[in-house]
């Protein structure tokens, strides 16, 4: 944030951002109102001029040095590394994943949102639809690469897809999912994924710039963002590299100390300390912890917003709040789409199980997107989510393939599947017809 000019005046050493509560992880809203960036005027201006350079140093200056050295540690066999050099090699790689690598992933996320915010009030200020002139993105580097990588496994040779998705999970950013090269099935989960990404043909409506036809100074900052937004992409992809370094380095440590996994129900400062003496008490620790997921996950999931009303069991003060009509923000998508809702509940959401029985054309209606919901969401027509925002993987995923999203919607609770919904392109969610025997008798 201070290298890009935002007055970040708080410490790096404050209390958490985000708490675990009863195994599901929440945002401390009063921590994240204390952390909020503010950027003056001259700065704002100084930092729209930067960005492409801040692009052209991502792509040319960082992005070949740091592709050399994590290539040369994805080659190494950490088990077969002494016990006091996997120590060493686990300190090296998470304090340079932290300091380093996400540090510069961070900064084009920052400067990706930055783009969007001012783009979208550019747009809006002249009357224009954000959700619309939005849409049209470059494709990243999994799109440009995995049809011919998916082909020459094909052939018999996995090595291009290896290198291009082997790295990646159905949930990135978890240590404990498994990486996708170490699966059996790697080609199928590329064939999953090139099946799922944007065709040639384009949704209706204006997609160029020269369709467009926006003022100079807007479609430049328009252009900046669709840009920035790929590079966010792409700058995500590489950095979870480096994170698939750090899990093989935990499974070789749990390998050394006999854990049987319980490693990934360990701290990071705990597994750093892990030795022979203190194995036994972390494993016990490890297998409590363990105990307590696997209660906590068969519950059902507190709501989205937590209050302290929740937390004491007064449901029934929170249910007496005012609570807002359905209504959140269109992130995506052009028009009002009607389709029947298939809602899920936040346990399956959280699973990212496939939505049993979706059908084409339905509307998603769930807490979040999960990212394994990628052929889901292709098949319906829109979704409408609690959680998400501008530049979530699933809402850029969905801008991609021009379906209408809205996010931060409220009262979703309210809807049954089977309703009639129209998703409307002020954000808006009306209830056309509730669900019944209409929809039961189309069903069979």
Same mark, same amino acid.
């Not at 020459?152 to 290198?163: F, H, T, V, Y």
């Not at 590489?238 to 990934?264: N, P, S, T």
């Given at each position: 944030? =201070?290298?890009?000019?935002?007055?970040?005046?708080?410490?790096?050493?404050?209390?958490?951002?985000?708490? @675990?509560?009863?195994?599901?992880?929440?945002?401390?809203?009063?921590?994240?109102?204390?952390?909020?960036?503010?950027?003056? =005027?001259?700065?704002?201006?100084?930092?729209?001029?930067?960005?492409?350079? #801040?692009?052209?140093?991502?792509?040319?200056?960082?992005?070949?040095?740091?592709?050399?050295?994590? =290539?040369?540690?994805?080659?190494?066999?950490? @088990?077969? #590394?002494?016990? =006091?050099?996997?120590?060493?090699?686990?300190?090296?790689?998470?304090?340079?994943?932290?300091? /380093?690598?996400?540090?510069?992933?961070?900064?084009?996320?920052?400067?990706?949102?930055?783009?969007?915010?001012?783009?979208?009030?550019?747009?809006?200020?002249?009357?224009?639809?954000?959700? !619309?002139?939005?849409? /049209?993105?470059?494709?990243?580097? !999994?799109?440009?690469?995995?049809?011919?990588?998916?082909?020459?496994?094909?052939?018999?040779?996995?090595?291009?897809?290896?290198?291009?998705?082997?790295?990646?999970?159905?949930?990135?950013?978890?240590?404990?999912?498994?990486?996708?090269?170490?699966?059996?099935? $790697?080609?199928?989960?590329?064939?999953?994924?090139?099946?799922?990404?944007?065709?040639?043909?384009?949704?209706?409506?204006?997609?160029?710039?020269?369709?467009?036809?926006?003022?100079?100074?807007?479609?430049?900052?328009?252009?900046?963002?669709?840009?920035?937004?790929?590079?966010?992409?792409?700058?995500?992809?590489?950095?979870?590299?480096?994170?698939?370094?750090?899990?093989?380095?935990?499974?070789?440590?749990?390998?050394?100390?006999?854990?049987?996994?319980?490693?990934?129900?360990?701290?990071?400062?705990?597994?750093?300390?892990?030795?022979?003496?203190?194995?036994?008490? $972390?494993?016990?620790?490890?297998?409590?912890?363990?105990?307590?997921?696997?209660?906590?996950?068969?519950?059902?999931?507190?709501?989205? @917003?937590?209050? $302290?009303?929740?937390?004491?069991?007064?449901?029934?003060?929170?249910?007496?709040?005012?609570?807002?009509?359905?209504?959140?923000?269109?992130?995506?998508?052009?028009?009002?789409?009607?389709?029947?809702?298939? !809602?899920?509940?936040?346990?399956?959401?959280?699973?990212?199980?496939?939505?049993?029985?979706?059908?084409?054309?339905?509307?998603?209606?769930?807490?979040?997107?999960?990212?394994?919901?990628?052929?889901?969401?292709?098949?319906?027509?829109?979704?409408?989510?609690?959680?998400?925002?501008?530049?979530?993987?699933?809402?850029?995923?969905?801008?991609?393939?021009?379906?209408?999203?809205?996010?931060?919607?409220?009262?979703?609770?309210?809807?049954?599947?089977?309703?009639?919904?129209?998703?409307?392109?002020?954000?808006?969610?009306?209830?056309?017809?509730?669900?019944?025997?209409?929809?039961?008798?189309?069903?069979?």
């Amino acid at each position: 944030l =201070r290298s890009l000019g935002f007055d970040a005046a708080f410490s790096e050493d404050g209390p958490p951002l985000h708490i @675990t509560v009863f195994g599901r992880l929440y945002t401390d809203r009063i921590a994240q109102t204390l952390r909020a960036p503010r950027i003056s =005027r001259f700065a704002m201006r100084r930092l729209e001029k930067a960005l492409p350079d #801040l692009e052209r140093a991502f792509r040319n200056e960082f992005l070949p040095s740091y592709l050399r050295d994590v =290539r040369l540690l994805q080659a190494t066999d950490f @088990t077969r #590394l002494a016990t =006091r050099d996997l120590h060493e090699v686990f300190t090296r790689i998470r304090r340079r994943f932290i300091e /380093e690598t996400h540090g510069e992933v961070s900064r084009v996320n920052i400067a990706a949102q930055f783009a969007i915010d001012r783009a979208r009030e550019a747009l809006l200020a002249g009357g224009y639809d954000p959700a !619309v002139y939005l849409t /049209e993105a470059g494709a990243s580097e !999994v799109e440009r690469h995995l049809p011919a990588a998916l082909a020459e496994a094909k052939s018999g040779s996995s090595a291009a897809l290896q290198e291009l998705i082997g790295h990646r999970a159905a949930l990135d950013y978890e240590l404990c999912a498994p990486r996708h090269g170490e699966s059996s099935g $790697l080609i199928a989960i590329g064939a999953r994924l090139s099946a799922m990404l944007p065709g040639p043909e384009k949704p209706a409506g204006p997609q160029t710039q020269a369709q467009l036809q926006l003022p100079a100074g807007t479609a430049r900052k328009v252009a900046l963002a669709i840009s920035l937004q790929t590079l966010k992409e792409d700058a995500k992809h590489h950095g979870l590299r480096e994170l698939a370094v750090l899990r093989a380095v935990l499974v070789a440590l749990d390998q050394r100390y006999a854990l049987d996994g319980g490693i990934f129900h360990l701290a990071l400062d705990e597994i750093a300390c892990l030795d022979t003496v203190s194995a036994a008490g $972390l494993s016990e620790l490890a297998r409590e912890r363990a105990a307590a997921h696997q209660a906590f996950a068969a519950s059902a999931p507190l709501p989205a @917003t937590l209050t $302290l009303a929740h937390l004491e069991g007064a449901h029934q003060a929170h249910a007496a709040e005012v609570r807002e009509p359905l209504h959140g923000q269109r992130v995506s998508g052009m028009g009002d789409v009607v389709g029947r809702a298939r !809602v899920v509940a936040a346990k399956d959401a959280e699973d990212g199980q496939p939505i049993a029985d979706l059908r084409d054309g339905e509307i998603i209606v769930a807490p979040f997107l999960h990212p394994a919901w990628l052929p889901e969401l292709v098949r319906a027509s829109g979704a409408a989510v609690s959680i998400g925002g501008w530049l979530s993987h699933m809402t850029i995923v969905a801008r991609e393939h021009g379906k209408t999203m809205i996010v931060g919607a409220h009262m979703l609770d309210t809807i049954e599947t089977g309703s009639l919904v129209r998703l409307c392109t002020d954000g808006r969610i009306e209830v056309l017809e509730p669900a019944g025997i209409a929809y039961a008798s189309a069903a069979e």
